[in-house]
């Protein structure tokens, strides 16, 4: 049974609302149903969960709702704009002005310093901040001028974070952020995630299989078989450094 918490009388208007969505592949001959139905909504300044096993549909709803993927049945609108009515170019322009991506690997450029990294995206930016201050943001001003392979992978993850957050986004979507660190590392790129959508105000969704992380969120949302199953909403947000797993 799909369940879904009523929205508060004052909750502000959804800046990202999908409705109906479904999404299918042909594998083979195989039909494989990745989202059934979903009805959903992101709003301003929140911070986001999604939690579900492998294959419960998680990226492929943030693929859909980043513009990187489209559904097969529904719309997913961003503000005013019907997002599946658009075009190839227009979902391009509209990735590029409004959505960072945060993965689990960090996808630097080795030959490039860390601020080199995180420069280049001001080039296609509509109004990028400050790569050194994006840098400062994740607490690496001092490491600007280091290389990937003179970085630790937390660090690595934190430059890539600076990338994705330098463009000012609308929306942040992280899938499984800290799915190659260790504990210790993790809880310290939560940190940086915190401080950038308390700081920044922007929308904050990360795809986890680690329940634990939920308690930082403001919502949490459960995905099963492509549907959404629970959606809660904490009273308080723990700080990242309570957190245990």
Not at 17 to 45: P, R, W
Not at 214 to 241: L, Y
């Amino acid at each position: 049974m799909v369940m879904k918490m009523e929205t508060s009388k004052d909750q502000p208007p959804a800046v990202f609302h999908l409705h109906g969505v479904s999404k299918t592949y042909l594998v083979g001959e195989v039909t494989v149903q990745a989202l059934k139905n979903v009805n959903l909504d992101f709003f301003q300044g929140e911070f986001v969960v999604l939690l579900g096993p492998s294959g419960s549909g998680k990226s492929t709803l943030v693929n859909i709702l980043g513009g990187l993927d489209v559904p097969t049945a529904g719309e997913v609108f961003y503000l005013d704009h019907n997002l599946t009515a658009l075009d190839d170019q227009a979902l391009t322009l509209f990735r590029r002005e409004h959505v960072g991506f945060v993965f689990q690997f960090y996808n630097l450029i080795p030959s490039l310093t860390a601020l080199e990294n995180v420069a280049l995206v001001t080039d296609i930016a509509e109004k990028p901040m400050d790569p050194v201050k994006a840098l400062d943001l994740v607490d690496l001003g001092n490491r600007l001028n280091h290389f990937p392979a003179q970085l630790s992978g937390g660090e690595q993850q934190r430059v890539a974070i600076a990338r994705a957050v330098v463009k000012q986004p609308d929306v942040l979507l992280c899938d499984e952020p800290t799915g190659a660190l260790d504990y210790a590392t993790g809880k310290l790129v939560l940190e940086v995630l915190e401080k950038v959508n308390r700081e920044l105000g922007t929308i904050t969704v990360v795809i986890t299989h680690n329940a634990a992380i939920a308690a930082m969120a403001d919502r949490v949302i459960r995905i099963s078989s492509g549907e959404i199953v629970e959606i809660r909403e904490n009273e308080r947000r723990a700080a990242p450094g309570e957190l245990s797993w």
